[in-house]
């Protein structure tokens, strides 16, 4: 009888359903007999609450981000109290025994931390499965801690030290990196994919803001204007239509070196063709672009973990903080004039890079299903 795998993710953002997307291929490519099927619990069990919630957090990172990195800092280290646990699922998860059941999964993978403790609390009433949480952040918040977690998948050896200062035994944590989707598996030809996406040959920055669109797109694009005639620039709007509906709605962004996209689902390529990156620090899109040896600038990384993200890739000298736009046009200068300036940036991600399996968990995974 085959095994079965179910991931459970949460439509909070687009990173958490990447990372499951990318185990599900993963998966499926080392063991096509496994059987993976993705859950976005809150979505399905109560999408109306779950709506609620991603608009509160929307507003508050938009209105008053210091608020929202007081709260993730507010006992960041610390487990979810039972009360806040249970709120969860009164919340977002009530029911999700029935899913269980009609699933009936060997294994459980959580790719959110909202999944991991209602997947925990189903594991204290005497559901038997193995249960795997996928950390999507180059740190850890204590809300993914839980005693019923059998091993969690981690992205550095810094995320590992950290869960060991709350209390998670060292044999339960394996640095795995992140996982990534199977179109970042290979590198790719920058010239070859200037070429598929009818882009110039010439110097190329894409801004992305996560699926959401944020992280200050709308400045950054009015700042690089300047520099249309040197430079090629990419903006990624992903699923904000309002953004991208303003954006075009400009008669100067209809240049010929400027690019408005909407969501796409190979950003792969439009990153290989690209010369720098431009974004916030969400966990996913930074692994990818550290993949395919993307130079990282970090602008406006939401309060709380994206803030944790960056200072990671910071102090591992893998991306460039932009203080503000005065920085932005010598980093830009940079690129033009000097290119061998960001070439220690080249050097410590190819460093990086030895250490990326992209089916690292995958393999971890499958060698637990089938011995």
Request: glycine share 6%.
């Amino acid at each position: 009888m085959s095994k079965k795998v179910l991931i459970l993710s949460e439509a909070i953002g687009s990173g958490h359903t990447k990372a499951a997307e990318a185990l599900v291929q993963g998966i499926s490519y080392l063991a096509p007999s496994i059987q993976t099927k993705i859950l976005e619990v809150g979505q399905i069990l109560h999408p109306l609450s779950t709506r609620l919630l991603l608009n509160t957090y929307l507003k508050i990172i938009a209105r008053s981000p210091s608020l929202w990195g007081k709260m993730y800092r507010y006992k960041q280290s610390k487990p979810l109290s039972d009360w806040e646990k249970f709120l969860i699922y009164q919340l977002f998860h009530r029911q999700i025994e029935v899913l269980l059941e009609q699933e009936n999964p060997d294994c459980i993978i959580c790719t959110h931390p909202f999944t991991s403790s209602s997947a925990s609390r189903l594991k204290r009433r005497g559901y038997r499965f193995t249960l795997c949480s996928v950390i999507t952040d180059f740190h850890v918040h204590g809300a993914w801690v839980h005693r019923e977690v059998d091993v969690y998948l981690v992205s550095s050896e810094e995320v590992q030290r950290q869960l060991v200062r709350m209390g998670v035994s060292k044999n339960r944590i394996v640095v795995t990196g992140l996982p990534i989707r199977s179109n970042f598996w290979t590198k790719k030809n920058k010239q070859e994919m200037r070429k598929k996406l009818k882009l110039k040959n010439i110097p190329t920055v894409i801004i992305m803001g996560g699926g959401l669109g944020l992280g200050g797109i709308q400045q950054l694009a009015y700042s690089l204007l300047k520099w249309k005639e040197k430079i090629q620039v990419i903006i990624c709007t992903g699923f904000n239509e309002t953004l991208r509906t303003e954006l075009l709605r400009e008669v100067m962004f209809h240049h010929p070196h400027f690019h408005i996209l909407e969501f796409v689902h190979h950003i792969d390529e439009w990153m290989e063709a690209a010369d720098l990156l431009i974004t916030k620090s969400g966990g996913l899109t930074c692994f990818e672009a550290l993949s395919t040896g993307l130079p990282m600038c970090i602008y406006q990384p939401i309060p709380g973990h994206e803030e944790k993200n960056c200072d990671f890739l910071i102090n591992n000298h893998l991306a460039i903080k932009i203080e503000d736009m005065n920085h932005m046009d010598v980093l830009i200068e940079k690129l033009l004039f000097s290119p061998q300036e960001l070439e220690f940036l080249h050097n410590q991600i190819r460093q990086f890079q030895q250490k990326i399996d992209p089916l690292a968990s995958a393999k971890f995974i499958v060698n637990q299903l089938i011995p």
